[in-house]
């Protein structure tokens, strides 16, 4: 599954991000799909969660309240809306596609990964 995610840039901070994530193929319309992201020198961490009918989501403590995770099954896509942004949000994000329906918290929890799109609040 080739995953292709879009819409990082720079931002200001208190600014507004839309990335999107679509899969090429139609095998991520049953699955979980998620978010991550990997800032210089950390681990990969989980952001956002949309299970396979977009039905449920979950969120990282530090993002709650300020990103919101959307899904359009029909055309295999994943959007996280991010508002509020502040430095801390600086990194790479991952789309990624769940093992099963359901949006798992860690990597392990995902069978397929996007390349990356780079983030970049400034103060």
């Known amino acids: 599954v080739q995953l292709q995610a879009s819409g990082g840039g720079l931002a200001q901070t208190g600014g507004s991000l839309r990335l999107a994530c679509t899969a090429a193929?139609?095998?991520?319309?049953?699955?979980?799909m998620g978010w991550f992201r990997q800032a210089p020198g950390k681990e990969r961490e989980f952001v956002a969660g949309i299970n396979w009918n977009g039905g449920s989501t979950n969120y990282a403590d530090s993002v709650k309240g300020r990103f919101t995770v959307s899904r359009d099954r029909a055309k295999n896509t994943v959007f996280l809306q991010m508002s509020s942004l502040n430095p801390e949000d600086t990194a790479v994000y991952y789309c990624a596609v769940a093992r099963g329906a359901w949006a798992g918290t860690r990597t392990s929890d995902y069978a397929y990964w996007g390349q990356g799109t780079q983030v970049t609040v400034s103060s």
């Open positions: 193929k139609r095998t991520s319309s049953n699955n979980g």
